[in-house]
């Protein structure tokens, strides 16, 4: 397993903090014939410094899942001012992508395994009419939610506990224990904003957790109805996994923090 490379004699390594509308890629993954946020961003790359470098991300996000908070590394050999390097890649980078700033990291810094914690958001459109603003960026729910009962019913996932119940099936091989620290549900205009702040998330966890908070509500199941479906352990006991467009990386944090770090801004 990969977990402490280094950039090596007369190489420096550097995090970028990565905004992408997820709309139009396949996903953050390389892959065969798809437009993918790390395929344009490691081509961006070559493009400015003539150097193949392969970028490492905090996680990896689907199909239509967007990022305000993005973090990935790589090693670059010569130097190169940070300023430079966010302008010169964005100046290459469709505008559906942004690098926000740039970080001179220590040699051993991973992107995925030093991360201490993730925070993503979910929308939630909660309107009897559609919004085109809200269009591939949020889940449109035209009946009235209820706040109270959402946020309720997502205590009973505070701290740790086995989420195989809000998993996809494929993931459940490397461990299905995790630990969210926060949970905040508020509205702001038609939009409902569910906040997650934990160590680490399984495959499509957030908007299984998202669906199944909508189901219950839909259903007027009494909150400590989330108990059992944790207890369970069985995707098939919570609600239907909500849209990928409705998910956000908002932030991923480290210790010491990136901000303590050089950087572009």
């Given at each position: 397993m990969?977990?402490?490379?280094?950039?090596?004699?007369?190489?420096?390594?550097?995090?970028?903090?990565?905004?992408?509308?997820?709309?139009?890629?396949?996903g953050?993954?390389?892959?065969?014939?798809?437009?993918?946020?790390?395929?344009v961003?490691?081509?961006?790359l070559?493009?400015?410094?003539?150097?193949?470098?392969?970028l490492?991300?905090?996680?990896?996000?689907?199909?239509?899942?967007?990022?305000?908070?993005?973090?990935?590394?790589?090693d670059?050999?010569?130097?190169?001012?940070?300023?430079?390097?966010?302008?010169?890649?964005?100046?290459i980078?469709?505008?559906?992508?942004?690098?926000?700033?740039?970080?001179?990291?220590?040699?051993?810094?991973?992107a995925?395994?030093?991360?201490?914690?993730?925070?993503?958001?979910y929308?939630?459109?909660?309107?009897?009419?559609?919004?085109?603003?809200?269009?591939?960026?949020a889940?449109?729910?035209?009946?009235?939610?209820?706040?109270?009962?959402?946020?309720?019913?997502a205590?009973?996932?505070?701290?740790?506990?086995?989420?195989?119940?809000?998993c996809?099936?494929t993931?459940?091989?490397?461990?299905?224990?995790?630990?969210?620290e926060?949970?905040?549900?508020?509205?702001?205009?038609?939009?409902?904003?569910?906040?997650?702040?934990?160590?680490?998330f399984?495959?499509?966890?957030?908007?299984?957790?998202?669906?199944?908070?909508?189901?219950?509500?839909?259903?007027?199941?009494?909150p400590r109805?989330?108990a059992?479906?944790?207890?369970?352990?069985?995707?098939d006991?919570?609600?239907a996994?909500?849209?990928?467009?409705?998910?956000y990386?908002?932030?991923?944090?480290?210790?010491?923090?990136?901000?303590?770090?050089?950087?572009?801004?």
């Amino acid at each position: 397993m990969e977990r402490r490379n280094r950039a090596g004699p007369g190489g420096a390594r550097i995090a970028l903090l990565i905004q992408y509308d997820g709309t139009a890629f396949d996903g953050w993954q390389l892959q065969s014939g798809g437009r993918t946020v790390q395929g344009v961003i490691e081509n961006a790359l070559f493009t400015l410094t003539r150097q193949k470098a392969r970028l490492t991300a905090s996680g990896r996000t689907d199909s239509g899942v967007h990022a305000l908070g993005q973090v990935a590394h790589f090693d670059c050999y010569g130097g190169i001012a940070l300023e430079r390097l966010c302008a010169g890649l964005n100046g290459i980078i469709e505008r559906d992508a942004a690098v926000v700033n740039a970080y001179r990291v220590p040699d051993g810094f991973h992107a995925r395994y030093d991360a201490v914690a993730r925070e993503y958001t979910y929308l939630i459109y909660n309107h009897p009419q559609r919004s085109p603003f809200a269009n591939r960026r949020a889940m449109w729910v035209r009946q009235p939610l209820d706040l109270g009962r959402m946020r309720e019913s997502a205590s009973y996932l505070l701290g740790q506990h086995d989420f195989r119940s809000f998993c996809k099936r494929t993931s459940a091989g490397g461990g299905t224990v995790r630990n969210i620290e926060k949970i905040g549900i508020h509205k702001t205009g038609g939009l409902i904003v569910i906040n997650i702040r934990g160590n680490a998330f399984l495959h499509h966890m957030v908007r299984s957790i998202a669906g199944t908070l909508v189901a219950m509500d839909r259903e007027r199941r009494p909150p400590r109805d989330m108990a059992a479906i944790l207890e369970r352990g069985d995707r098939d006991a919570g609600g239907a996994t909500a849209p990928a467009w409705g998910l956000y990386l908002k932030k991923v944090e480290y210790d010491p923090p990136l901000s303590s770090m050089e950087s572009a801004f």
